[in-house]
């Protein structure tokens, strides 16, 4: 051991290297939304489900009382993936029909929502731009002060 590393000294090393990732992943800072994006909207109506997890709804159910001892969701997913790939176009007939009820429902939720939406910032905004139109007259109205020689170089600018 005399001059060289030990073994100990090593090991110590990979910890550290692994340790020096995760400190750099965690020290990122938290995502911020793009600018152009708006917030998302809690009342906004949600998607609704297809025929595939319509279907999983049920055999979840049905899984977990077979395999009690089988937490693992992703065991739950695999079955119901082979199962549903396995049963005809006839035994998925009523997890279609029931999507399909459920999608008519969300698009007259969403029209609804929609019209809710155009009413609610179409108001908003006349009564902005009528506030715009107030303090832009207010302004021009202020600026008497005698020197009216920017205004007219503005006029000579666009002729």
């Known amino acids: ?46 998607r609704p489900a297809s025929a595939f997890f319509i279907f999983m709804e049920e055999f979840r159910k049905q899984f977990n009382k ?16 082979a199962k549903w790939k396995s ?13 399909e ?12 929502y ?5 009413e609610g910032p179409a108001a908003a905004d006349e009564e902005e731009s009528e506030k715009s139109i107030s303090e832009v007259n207010d302004e021009d109205d202020g600026d008497d002060d005698g020197s009216d020689e920017d205004d007219d170089d503005d006029d000579d600018d666009d002729e």
């Open 87 to 99: 049963i005809s176009d006839a035994e998925k007939a009523p997890y279609v029909a029931k999507a």
């Open 66 to 81: 077979e395999n009690p001892e089988n937490k693992a969701v992703s065991a739950v997913g695999k079955a119901a993936g």
């Open 1 to 46: 051991m005399k001059g060289g590393k030990s073994k100990t000294e090593t090991k110590r090393a990979d910890p550290k290297l692994a340790v020096n990732k995760k400190g750099a992943a965690a020290a990122k800072p938290a995502r911020k939304p793009a600018k152009g994006k708006a917030a998302k909207d809690p009342n906004k109506p949600k």
């Open 114 to 118: 929609n019209n809710k939406q155009a």
């Open 101 to 112: 009820k459920r999608k008519v429902e969300y698009m007259k939720n969403m029209r609804a």
